[in-house]
C-alpha cells in the first residue's frame, strides 16, 4: 500500500486526502491546527465561478476552472450537505459609470444585460437606485466550512497535528506539500500571500436567494447567502502579508452591500476575518511532481475553493499511477525557474 503524507489540512490538502484514502493508499495529513481555522479557506465565500478569469488571458486555467466546475456534483454525492446552492449569481451596476464597467465583463462572459427592474423581479431586495444587471445563471456557491468539516470527517482518524518545517522527516513513499501560503517556506516556490478582508452578516433567511456580484460608486462588492440567514461579504484584494482587519476596508465592503442591498442595513455584523490567497506570479496554481518523492498541489490563489476536486483528481493519479493528465503541463511547480 502506497504511504503518503499530505502536508497541508486546507481544502485542498483534504480533497487531495479524502481521494488517495478512497482509493486504498495509506494516507495521512498533517497540519498544525487539523481543527482549526487557520486557512484560506475558512475566510473564503465559496463561489464557484469559473467565468471570474479572462479566458483570452488564462486558457488554460479557464480549462482547469472548467474541469473542476464539473467535477462539483459528484464531489458533494460523497460529502452530504455542505451548501452547493445552483441558484445562480446575479450581477449588479449602481451607476451609469458602474454600468459601462460592468458591461465590458457581461458581454465578455456572453451574458444578457437585464433592466433595474428586470434584476428587481428576480431578487426584490436590490436597491432602486441599481441601474442594471445580468444573470450568471451556472455561477454557483459552495460553503468552504461546511466542505472542511466533512473532508475532515472522513479522514478523522487521518489527521496529525503537526507543523511540518522539514520534508525529510516525514515517513511515507510519496509527500504532498499542500500547505496553501506555508508552501512557499517548505518547497522555495513562488507562492505569495494576497490578503483579502471578508465580513459575515446574519439575518432573517430569504433576503437574497442569488450570489450577488456588484459594483457600486467603483466599489468592488458579492454577496453570498447561505441558507441560514448569514450573508457573506467579500472581500478586499491587497498585496499584504499582515492580518489586520481596516476601516477602510471594512467600511467599503459594507457601503457597497447596502448601496446593493438597503436591507442588509439591519442584519447583524457577526464576523470579521482576514484571510490570504496563495497567489503565482502567472496566477495559475502550482500542481506536479517536484522531485522523485515530493509532489506539490498549492497556489491556488482565488480559486482554491473552485480547484479542489480537479485538483484531488489529477494529484491523486499522479500519486497512484504515476500518469500526469494533460491538464498538469501549463502547472508545472517548476516553470518559474
Ligand atoms: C478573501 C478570500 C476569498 C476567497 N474566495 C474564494 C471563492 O469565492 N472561491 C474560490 O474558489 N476560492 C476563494 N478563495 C481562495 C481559496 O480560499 C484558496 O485558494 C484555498 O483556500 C487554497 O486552499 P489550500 O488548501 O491550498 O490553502 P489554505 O486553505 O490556506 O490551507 C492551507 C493549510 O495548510 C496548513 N499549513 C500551512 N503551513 C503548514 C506547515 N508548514 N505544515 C503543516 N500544515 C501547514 C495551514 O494550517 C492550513 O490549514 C478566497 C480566498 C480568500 C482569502
Given at each position: 500500500m502506497t504511504r503518503v503524507a499530505v502536508v497541508g489540512g486546507g481544502i485542498i490538502g483534504l480533497a487531495i486526502a479524502a481521494e488517495l484514502l478512497r482509493r486504498g493508499a495509506d494516507v495521512t495529513v498533517h497540519d498544525p491546527a487539523p481543527a482549526g481555522t487557520d486557512g484560506a479557506w475558512h475566510v473564503a465565500a465559496g463561489m464557484l465561478a469559473p467565468g471570474g478569469e479572462s479566458a483570452f488571458e488564462y486558457p488554460h486555467l479557464v480549462r482547469l476552472l472548467e474541469a473542476s466546475y464539473e467535477r462539483w456534483p459528484g464531489f458533494v454525492a460523497a460529502l452530504?450537505?455542505?451548501?452547493?446552492?445552483?441558484t445562480g449569481t446575479l450581477s449588479l451596476a449602481l451607476t451609469a459609470d458602474d454600468v459601462a464597467e460592468a458591461a465590458r465583463e457581461w458581454r465578455h462572459q456572453k451574458l444578457t444585460p437585464l433592466t433595474g427592474s428586470q434584476v428587481r423581479d428576480r431578487e426584490p431586495a436590490v436597491s432602486p437606485r441599481v441601474r442594471a444587471g445580468a444573470l450568471a445563471a451556472t455561477e454557483y456557491q459552495v460553503d468552504p466550512r461546511k466542505v472542511v468539516a466533512a473532508l475532515r470527517a472522513l479522514l478523522a482518524e487521518r489527521l496529525v497535528p503537526q507543523r511540518v518545517t522539514d520534508l525529510f522527516d516525514l515517513d511515507a513513499d510519496t509527500v504532498v506539500v499542500a500547505a496553501g501560503c506555508g508552501t512557499a517556506a517548505l518547497t522555495g516556490l513562488p507562492i505569495r500571500p494576497v490578503k483579502g478582508q471578508v465580513l459575515r452578516l446574519r439575518g432573517?433567511?430569504?433576503?437574497?436567494r442569488h450570489v450577488i456580484d456588484g459594483v457600486a460608486d467603483g466599489r468592488h462588492v458579492y454577496l453570498v447567502p447561505r441558507a441560514d440567514g448569514e450573508v457573506v461579504v467579500g472581500a478586499t484584494q491587497e498585496e499584504r502579508t499582515d492580518g489586520a482587519a481596516t476601516a477602510g476596508g471594512v467600511h467599503d465592503l459594507l457601503r457597497a452591500a447596502l448601496d446593493l442591498i438597503p436591507g442588509l442595513a439591519e442584519h447583524e455584523l457577526t464576523e470579521i476575518t482576514v484571510g490570504h490567497r496563495p497567489g503565482t506570479p502567472d496566477n495559475g496554481p502550482l500542481l506536479g511532481r517536484l522531485d522523485e518523492r515530493t509532489v506539490v498541489a498549492a497556489?491556488?490563489?482565488?480559486n482554491g475553493i473552485l480547484l479542489a476536486p480537479i485538483t484531488a483528481r489529477l494529484i491523486a493519479d499522479l500519486v497512484l499511477t504515476g500518469s500526469a493528465d494533460p491538464l498538469l503541463e501549463a502547472f508545472a511547480p517548476g516553470r518559474f525557474r
Open positions: 452530504g450537505d455542505v451548501g452547493y446552492d445552483t432573517e433567511p430569504g433576503l437574497l497556489g491556488h490563489f482565488r
